[in-house]
């Protein structure tokens, strides 16, 4: 079983960085998406970036600008680079990779990491 092991979180000040790695223990093929997601208590998991197989990025609005997501597709790594934190960024921040199951009834799944806390408070 696929595993996505998540390095990287902790807590910082306001307007610090931090970075969040992600790795899979075994290879994933057809590999759709590789993101990242935020969950804080009472609420959805949120989409915060997101970098498709083209290399085709999308942020949430909230974290534009200041945060970066990359891959390295010879280790199907994913990172997320945040700068500038604000305590809204709070949460429990999840990898993600979608798959494209070969089964065109199926369509598409997900992996999840077991998320990272991310505290930025003063």
């Known amino acids: 079983q696929v595993q996505l092991v998540e390095t990287g979180g902790g807590s910082v ?5 931090l970075g969040l790695s992600c790795a899979p223990t075994e290879t994933i093929n057809n590999i759709l998406a590789m993101g990242w997601y935020r969950q804080v208590p009472g609420k959805q998991r949120e989409l915060v970036a997101v970098v498709a197989r083209d290399g085709t990025t999308n942020y949430a609005d909230a974290v534009q600008g200041r945060f970066t ?6 280790t199907i790594s994913v990172y997320l ?4 934190l604000k305590p809204e960024d709070t949460g429990v921040y999840y990898c993600n990779v979608r798959y494209y199951s070969g ?9 999840w990491g077991q998320g990272t ?5 003063s």
Do not use: A, F
Request: no cysteine.
């Open 103 to 111: 089964s065109y009834s199926v369509g598409s799944l997900d992996y």
């Open 13 to 17: 000040q306001p307007g610090g960085s």
């Open 117 to 121: 806390q991310v505290t930025v408070s």
């Open 69 to 74: 997501i990359s891959r390295d597709s010879t």
């Open 81 to 84: 680079q945040m700068k500038n």
